[in-house]
């Protein structure tokens, strides 16, 4: 079982938005604006999206976004895109014991 | 071209061991603070455990399943990281992946909480 909880899948037509939750506790999303956002298309490595909660990395669509609030983080995708069909990480921070902690994934699917 | 290149991975008992090696180029590795993560067949990632650079006491970090069977290490001069894998279980069959932060445009380094240079993987089956 995973850390942070995760919605197994999502999906949106093109065009649509689409947003992802990330539900952590007080000892790690809660406590800390370091949450990121990985995105996987199959066979591959994670990318990195979004990192300390809103900022995106160089080159990472301005249709990809993120937010926090309380013990929960959200990605939204603006404007889906076929190539936007891929899985989902969060991630944060959780200080000297832990880390870091992931999400289990979230499978998004552009109908 | 910045890279990292894991290698190592292979078919090993359940009680084996195993060393993985990950080749850096492109950055500047002796600054960098390096981690291991790790990703199940069809499940999440996982953080494995992270090596701070020298410069920062070249701490290491383990996460519970692995602690004391785990063993992550650098050698600067090489540019290589490796994580050397003792007592392996069954559950520790993953693809194993090295994977470093960055210097964000503020100029605050991100060594613990967001990775942008990922290797390719390595597999590593554990099964009797």
């Known amino acids: 079982q995973s850390a942070l909880t995760q919605p197994p899948s999502a999906s949106g037509s093109p065009g649509q938005s689409v947003t992802i939750s990330c539900t952590g506790t007080?000892?790690?999303?809660?406590?800390?604006?370091?949450v990121s956002w990985y995105q996987q298309h199959p066979g591959k490595a994670p990318k990195l999206m979004i990192f300390?909660?809103?900022k995106r990395l160089s080159g990472v669509p301005d249709r990809f976004s993120g937010s926090k609030s309380g013990n929960t983080a959200s990605l939204t995708v603006s404007g889906l895109q076929a190539e936007d069909e891929a899985d989902y990480y969060c991630?944060?921070?959780?200080?000297?014991?832990?880390?870091?902690?992931f999400g289990g994934g979230t499978k998004l699917t552009v109908l | 071209e910045v890279q990292l290149v894991e290698s190592g991975g292979g078919l090993v008992k359940p009680g084996g061991f195993l060393r993985l090696s990950c080749a850096a180029s492109g950055f500047t590795f002796s600054n960098a603070w390096m981690t291991w993560v790790r990703q199940a067949p069809g499940k999440g990632l996982e953080w494995v455990g992270r090596v701070k650079s020298k410069s920062n006491g070249g701490t290491t970090d383990y996460a519970a399943p692995v602690k004391g069977r785990f063993s992550i290490s650098r050698d600067d001069s090489k540019n290589t990281l490796y994580l050397q894998m003792n007592s392996l279980k069954t559950e520790d069959t993953a693809i194993y992946y090295c994977?470093?932060?960055?210097?964000?445009?503020?100029?605050?380094?991100?060594?613990?909480?967001?990775?942008?240079?990922w290797g390719q993987g390595t597999v590593v089956t554990v099964s009797s």
């Open positions: 300390e909660v809103i």
């Open positions: 007080s000892s790690d999303i809660g406590r800390y604006n370091y």
């Open positions: 991630s944060s921070y959780a200080g000297s014991n832990n880390i870091v902690v």
């Open positions: 994977i470093t932060g960055f210097y964000d445009r503020s100029g605050s380094y991100h060594g613990d909480d967001a990775f942008d240079i």
